[in-house]
């Protein structure tokens, strides 16, 4: 209803705002009809308001069921404004005809649309894609609020983006029912469509309602009908290499059109950084080419032929041609850059750490040559064409110039490097050299030399011939490999079970060597014979004379052991819980026994002291000697108990409890187990049905039999007159209730001999009776005091002797009273006879 009242005010209020022209005297006035239909559907909306206004004059209607208004105007300019729930507005400016048909349609309204509606007043200048030009814009704001606009952004069809945007840094201030125009200035991208464009005006802008509410920062669409680009792009294109790594310096792009009737060349060129600017060129599909001076060769190469279209210039704004790059490495024969002077054809150039990059080749073979200190040392040709791999060159070449030393890379006899280093001298020279890893011997002259190789062997305490080399001049001209006889070797030291023995040193030949994982690494040895020691946890373990040779990696085993101990007690059950120590040396190693198995881990060959204790109690101590398995007999065992009825049948559900222990419940098969315990003796407690029937002392490893009796009892019920009497009827022993049963008679069963208390209840009277069950099948008779029951009365013979005395007193008094009146009546007669 609110939103309606701001329309319907916004619609009085318009004339006000709006700039059609007064109407001149003696126009013609009549009717005019509009039409208005959904754009959807195209069927007619029912109900919409039709305005139009002008300055002097202001007419309204609302449509029919077939979407027809009839107004009454004159023959002039109005301002309409459509509207209709449910719809956006439409609005515009024209000049209405008598009896005219007036057609519009409305577009349904969706969430979020603002009332703003905005026309194109001027556009002007070279607007073209890339050029630049200005516009008018004319806002009118229908919203309850004042918008801040901050850019404009000109969306066309066809364009996916803004194609021409105008930023506001300040914003501009668009009120309630304000109509403004706003000049700005119009830029089309290069690559928007041209020509006629239906065109959308998107706000970025911010609302502040007529409450003081700001939403925002949001964008506000509205319909600018159609634009016109002229069909013409302004933009700047740059040509690359192959890969687009390298601008085309000095390059000329020829443009031709290939529209029929249409002859036109379009000559451009690049500048140093590969650039050129193509300007106002009529849009359409052209003949590319483009031309590169080579200086490799003094030619004009044809580097690119395409036929683009002017607008997938505009967007790639890139061109890659047919140039690529050479890249030169130059090396002597050791491998080494050298930095030198080369010629690849017409171009010549100095390489840099023995490389140079020669950008901007075209296809084709050129020769390169090489030059070392003024002698020509390479002479060889390089191909270039277009390469496979991306970002490669089109043509890649080594040269190896003829340069170079005798270099000597020291390795020892498995081909690793020294790690100690080696004498080496040449003769006839008689020099000498001292390294572990590279020698060089540099520019030597033609001849036949020979290298004799000295090392230091650590281990023996001597320094030995280890190689003798024979090289010459040029044959052997570079770098050699050389392999001295000295090599290292891993020496792999495994407990009894294949690990890695744990210790962390030994001795080789007397010399304390680290123990890594169980390796011993030997470096820089000779072939021989090695004696190699070791302790752990002060216990020799390891004490062998090993014959070392090249690639070669022994074996030995040092006496350590991961000793697993089968814990049972002397009545041969598996201890399941226990804590057992082991002491090695002065180490002590504790770990708990679980299911008669512990595990003590890196145990040195000998004799070591080892206890078990059981819940405090130390139940073995003595000497186990190290092996992988050991059996252990501890002081202890199971305690158990079995308890049986007189027929020997197993009875269950007897608990026995040893005080500070713990206790256990038998099962079917009558067998209390209360687990492994220390040898002593331990007194228990039997109870059967919650109350105590055995004590005794029991003994691990010895069971103990107890006979349980049970007994079967039957109760009776019965009234004063020895009737069968319904009762409900409970046994209990020491307090506990057994049973509770109904009837006249109950049987209970599973009974142990003894004393029991029997309850018989008939509401509100009951009975209790002691009795000692001493024979299976025993039967107790309990009379209630019950003669005669009315009801939920009873009453027994007691209860009838009290109600009956008082009544036979009263009926004797009432006899003797009549006798004796009697008596005295005729007592009376007799008297008055006499007289």
């Known amino acids: 209803m609110q939103r309606s009242t701001v329309l319907l005010l916004t619609l009085v209020l318009i004339p006000a705002i709006f700039a059609a022209e007064p109407i001149p005297p003696g126009t013609q006035f009549g009717t005019v009809y509009v039409r208005v239909t959904d754009c959807s559907s195209g069927g007619p909306v029912v109900g919409a308001s039709v305005y139009l206004d002008n300055p002097t004059h202001r007419a309204s209607g609302i449509t029919n069921s077939t979407g027809y208004a009839a107004v009454d105007v004159f023959a002039w300019f109005y301002s309409y404004y459509v509207t209709a729930s449910g719809y956006k507005i439409e609005a515009g ?255 010549k150039s100095l390489t840099v750490d023995g490389f140079a990059q020669l950008r901007n080749v075209p296809r084709g073979r050129y020769d390169v040559k090489v030059w070392w200190r003024g002698i020509e040392v390479y002479n060889g040709s390089i191909k270039v064409d277009e390469p496979l791999v991306r970002n490669s060159p089109g043509g890649k070449l080594e040269a190896q110039a003829v340069v170079g030393d005798i270099v000597l890379q020291l390795r020892r006899f498995d081909g690793q490097k020294l790690r100690s280093p080696a004498k080496l001298e040449i003769t006839p020279f008689e020099s000498s050299q001292v390294d572990n890893e590279t020698v060089a011997f540099s520019r030597l002259p033609k001849g036949e030399y020979i290298v004799k190789a000295f090392v230091y062997n650590r281990f023996k305490a001597s320094e030995s ?108 059950s598996t201890v399941e819980k226990a804590v057992a120590t082991i002491k090695i040396g002065d180490v002590n190693k504790t770990k708990e026994v679980v299911n008669g198995s512990v595990t003590f881990d890196l145990v040195p060959a000998g004799n070591h002291s080892l206890t078990v204790s059981m819940n405090g109690v130390k139940v073995f101590e003595g000497l186990v000697e190290a092996d992988r398995h050991k059996a252990v007999v501890v002081d202890a065992g199971l305690v158990r108990v079995v308890v049986k009825d007189q027929r020997g049948n197993p009875v269950a559900g007897v608990e026995v409890e040893i005080a500070g222990v713990g206790k256990s419940r038998a099962g079917a098969d009558g067998v209390v187990t209360l687990g492994q315990m220390p040898a002593g003796e331990y007194r228990y407690q039997a109870r059967y049905k919650g109350f105590n029937l055995f004590s005794g002392v029991a003994k691990p490893g010895l069971a103990v039999n107890l006979t349980l009796p049970l007994y079967t009892l039957r109760i009776e019920v019965v009234n004063e007159l020895n009737n069968p009497l319904e009762a409900v009827i409970e ?105």
């Open 93 to 347: 400016e024209r000049r209405f005809s008598i009896g005219e048909v007036f057609q519009i349609c409305l577009f349904p309204e969706s969430a979020g649309f603002w009332r703003i509606v905005a026309s194109v007043q001027k556009w002007q200048g070279d607007i073209h894609a890339g050029g630049s030009g200005w516009a008018i814009i004319r806002m009118k704001n229908l919203e309850p609020g004042v918008f801040n606009i901050t850019a404009f952004e000109i969306w066309v069809s066809g364009y996916d983006g803004p194609a021409i945007t105008h930023v506001v840094p300040g914003g501009v201030l668009l009120g309630r029912l304000v109509e403004k125009d706003v000049n700005i200035t119009v830029n089309p991208r290069p690559d928007v469509p041209v020509g006629r464009l239906k065109a959308e005006l998107r706000l970025k802008t911010t609302f502040t309602s007529a409450d003081g509410r700001v939403e925002g920062p949001l964008t506000a669409s509205t319909d600018l009908d159609y634009i016109t680009i002229l069909p013409y792009r302004t933009f700047k294109l740059r040509v690359l290499d192959f890969w687009g790594n390298n601008p085309v310096p000095d390059a000329t792009v020829v443009l031709e059109p290939t529209l029929a009737g249409i002859e036109a060349t379009y000559t451009l060129k690049t500048d140093e950084n590969g650039y050129t600017t193509i300007l106002r060129m009529p849009d359409g599909a052209y003949r590319m080419r483009i031309f590169y001076p080579s200086p490799y060769d003094g030619q004009i190469h044809l580097v690119k032929q395409s036929f683009p279209t002017l607008v997938d210039l505009a967007r790639s704004k890139v061109v890659t041609v047919s140039l690529y790059e050479a890249h030169l490495t130059v090396v002597d024969l050791a491998g080494r850059p050298l930095d030198t002077e080369f010629a690849l054809g017409n171009v």
């Open 731 to 835: 046994i209990t022993r020491e307090g506990v209730l057994l049973e509770r049963r109904s009837g006249v008679e109950a049987y209970f069963t599973g009974l142990p001999q003894g004393p029991y208390l029997v309850r018989a209840t008939v509401e509100p009277k009951q009975v209790e009776q002691q009795v000692l069950l001493t024979s299976d099948g025993q039967a107790v008779r309990i009379t209630m005091p019950i003669v005669l029951a009315f009801g939920s009365i009873l009453m027994s013979s007691s209860d009838l002797i009290t109600i009956i005395t008082p009544l036979a007193a009263a009926l004797v008094a009432m006899v003797s009273t009549f006798f004796l009146s009697k008596a005295v009546r005729r007592k009376a007669k007799r008297a008055k006879g006499m007289v």
């Open 465 to 572: 011939l280890a190689a003798t080399f024979r090289f010459s001049i040029p044959k052997d001209h570079g770098e050699h490999i050389v392999r001295l006889e000295v090599f290292d070797t891993v020496v792999n030291v495994v407990d009894m079970d294949g690990r890695p023995a744990p210790m962390n040193t030994a001795t080789v030949e007397g010399r304390e060597v680290s123990v890594v994982n169980g390796r011993i690494e030997l470096q820089d040895i000779t072939a021989s014979e090695y004696l190699i020691k070791a302790q752990w946890l002060g216990f020799t373990v390891l004490s062998e004379t090993v014959t070392i040779t090249p690639l070669t990696q022994p074996y030995i085993t040092a006496k350590i052991y991961a000793m697993s101990l089968a814990v049972k007690g002397f009545d041969g």
